[in-house]
């Protein structure tokens, strides 16, 4: 990730899922994603919080996917 001057960090994803490598089936029988990421701290309690969001490259790769997390360390 890279850092911004507001303690923001910005930063790309990559995910594949080749399968079983005896039974590579070609690109669009595989799983490939990509997105980018915002990630952060809230000004309450310590609590920091990652959005993102993915778009399928392949035929077989989910078309679109967000994820939210929030996290706190006690």
Do not use: C
Request: aromatic share 12%.
């Amino acid at each position: 990730t890279y850092g911004l001057e507001n303690g923001m960090r910005v930063g790309a994803e990559l995910f594949n899922n080749f399968g079983r490598l005896r039974n590579l089936n070609g690109f669009n029988n595989q799983d490939h994603i990509v997105g980018g990421i915002v990630k952060g701290k809230l000004p309450v309690a310590d609590v920091n919080y990652e959005v993102g969001y993915r778009a399928g490259l392949s035929d077989r790769a989910l078309d679109h996917a967000m994820h939210f997390f929030i996290e706190r360390s006690f």
